[in-house]
């Protein structure tokens, strides 16, 4: 997608380094970081430079070639992609990633390990990108059915950043916006803040903006007046790991607007690849759940007069905080799982079927 006007992926391989754009300095200035180790590409993944299922997963995979790089002893490559495991816990695409690219290489002799870690984690980025273009074709059906007896403009609201600077491109709950709008949709999306990381303020209307996408931010709580107000037509999130039984870990907050819209009769859909879905878990307590530092909480940043990015703390120094960063969304209140396949029940019978699971 574009970034003034020029198109770029979250992350690529450039002369022997893995490019990616610093999120945490989003969205107001735009860097673009050279990962050379895969000591770098862990710190990326863990202080959020890149960030979102997807992305963290690509990330992960070029991390094995980066550690490749570096030495090509089995024992470095396995300890390294432990560490790259447990660089974040939730999204389960990092394990997910780090697990193909080693099933890949086992058996593959020194000589070509590189050059087959490399097309791997190539092909692990190039099918999210088409799946997450899939979802947009799959969830713009269910946009053009709201429309068809709208005929006016839809309103989504979105949490978090689940745009295509969480992911390789697209994203998943924006590609059906992206495509519903190309298509000449009238589109305009509530943008959920998002506290304490503010992807929401910082990386969605960042990114909608780049491509002219009508948008507003609100503050995380506004959502349920809004939906009270008929103001909501739907809501997209993305998803860190959904269970088979088609519960949806998701950014904090996500719960309670699954909740409002419940009982507003909003539809609560969710986007996601193939890769986010937990076939291994069945119960929400076994989720692993990340809590954060909670500096990001008692802490903001932003720029001052002269355009450089400040941090400051806002509560009273004595208090205490609680950053914990992902909440679980019970099957029953999703409307619908949009993948790349298409849109099924979050349900484990549904989720079975469309990907041919026993
Ligand atoms: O903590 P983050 O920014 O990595 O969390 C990201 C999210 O929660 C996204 O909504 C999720 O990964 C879906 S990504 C397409």
Same mark, same amino acid.
């Given at each position: 997608?574009?970034?003034?006007?020029?198109?770029?992926?979250?992350?690529?391989?450039?002369?022997?380094?893995?490019?990616?754009?610093?999120?945490?300095?989003?969205?107001?200035?735009?860097?673009?970081?050279?990962?050379?180790?895969?000591?770098?590409?862990?710190? +990326?993944?863990?202080?959020?430079?890149?960030?979102?299922?997807? @992305?963290?997963?690509?990330?992960?995979?070029?991390?094995?070639?980066?550690?490749?790089?570096?030495?090509?002893?089995?024992?470095?490559?396995?300890?390294?992609?432990?560490?790259?495991?447990?660089?974040?816990?939730? +999204?389960?695409?990092?394990?997910? $990633?780090?697990?193909?690219?080693?099933?890949?290489?086992?058996?593959?002799?020194?000589?070509?390990?590189?050059?087959?870690?490399?097309?791997?984690?190539?092909?692990?980025?190039?099918?999210?990108?088409?799946?997450?273009?899939?979802?947009?074709?799959?969830? @713009?059906?269910?946009?053009?059915?709201?429309?068809?007896?709208?005929?006016?403009?839809?309103?989504?609201?979105?949490?978090?950043? $689940?745009?295509?600077?969480?992911?390789?491109?697209?994203?998943?709950?924006?590609?059906?916006?992206?495509?519903?709008?190309?298509?000449?949709?009238?589109?305009?999306?509530?943008?959920?803040?998002?506290?304490?990381?503010?992807?929401?303020?910082?990386?969605?209307?960042?990114? @909608?903006?780049?491509?002219? =996408?009508?948008?507003?931010?609100?503050?995380?709580?506004?959502?349920?007046?809004?939906?009270?107000?008929?103001?909501?037509?739907?809501?997209?999130?993305?998803?860190?790991?959904?269970?088979?039984?088609?519960?949806?870990?998701?950014?904090?907050?996500?719960?309670?607007? +699954?909740?409002?819209?419940?009982?507003?009769?909003?539809?609560?859909? !969710?986007?996601?690849?193939?890769?986010?879905?937990?076939?291994?878990?069945?119960?929400?307590?076994?989720?692993?759940?990340?809590?954060?530092?909670?500096?990001?909480?008692?802490?903001?940043?932003?720029?001052?007069?002269?355009?450089?990015?400040?941090?400051?703390? !806002?509560?009273?120094?004595?208090?205490?905080?609680?950053? =914990?960063?992902?909440?679980?969304?019970? +099957?029953?209140?999703?409307?619908?799982?949009?993948?790349?396949?298409?849109?099924?029940?979050?349900?484990?019978?549904?989720?079975?079927?469309?990907?041919?699971?026993?």
């Amino acid at each position: 997608m574009r970034i003034e006007g020029k198109e770029y992926r979250t992350i690529w391989y450039e002369n022997d380094v893995v490019k990616i754009i610093d999120q945490t300095k989003l969205p107001h200035k735009f860097i673009i970081k050279e990962l050379k180790t895969v000591r770098d590409a862990i710190n +990326a993944i863990k202080i959020m430079e890149v960030r979102g299922a997807p @992305l963290i997963g690509g990330t992960a995979a070029y991390g094995i070639v980066l550690a490749i790089q570096e030495n090509n002893d089995q024992e470095f490559i396995k300890k390294n992609a432990e560490n790259l495991i447990q660089s974040r816990p939730t +999204a389960i695409n990092l394990k997910w $990633a780090v697990n193909r690219m080693m099933k890949k290489l086992s058996g593959i002799n020194n000589d070509q390990i590189l050059d087959v870690a490399l097309k791997e984690a190539k092909e692990i980025c190039n099918e999210d990108e088409k799946f997450c273009e899939n979802i947009g074709l799959n969830g @713009l059906k269910i946009i053009e059915e709201i429309y068809s007896k709208k005929k006016n403009t839809i309103n989504i609201l979105t949490h978090c950043n $689940a745009g295509w600077l969480a992911t390789i491109n697209w994203g998943t709950a924006t590609s059906p916006i992206y495509h519903a709008y190309k298509k000449g949709i009238p589109v305009h999306v509530w943008v959920d803040e998002t506290r304490p990381r503010n992807q929401g303020a910082n990386l969605t209307s960042y990114e @909608l903006n780049e491509e002219e =996408i009508p948008n507003t931010i609100i503050a995380d709580n506004t959502g349920g007046i809004l939906m009270q107000r008929g103001e909501i037509d739907m809501c997209i999130v993305g998803t860190d790991r959904t269970l088979s039984t088609g519960d949806v870990c998701n950014k904090i907050g996500t719960y309670l607007k +699954a909740l409002a819209a419940y009982d507003n009769n909003v539809p609560f859909y !969710v986007a996601l690849p193939s890769s986010t879905i937990d076939w291994n878990i069945k119960d929400i307590k076994d989720i692993p759940i990340e809590e954060r530092n909670s500096e990001e909480l008692s802490h903001v940043e932003g720029v001052d007069e002269n355009n450089e990015i400040k941090k400051v703390l !806002v509560y009273p120094k004595k208090s205490k905080a609680m950053n =914990i960063a992902f909440d679980v969304t019970p +099957a029953k209140y999703v409307t619908g799982l949009i993948t790349e396949k298409g849109i099924c029940e979050a349900s484990q019978s549904a989720l079975k079927k469309m990907f041919n699971k026993k």
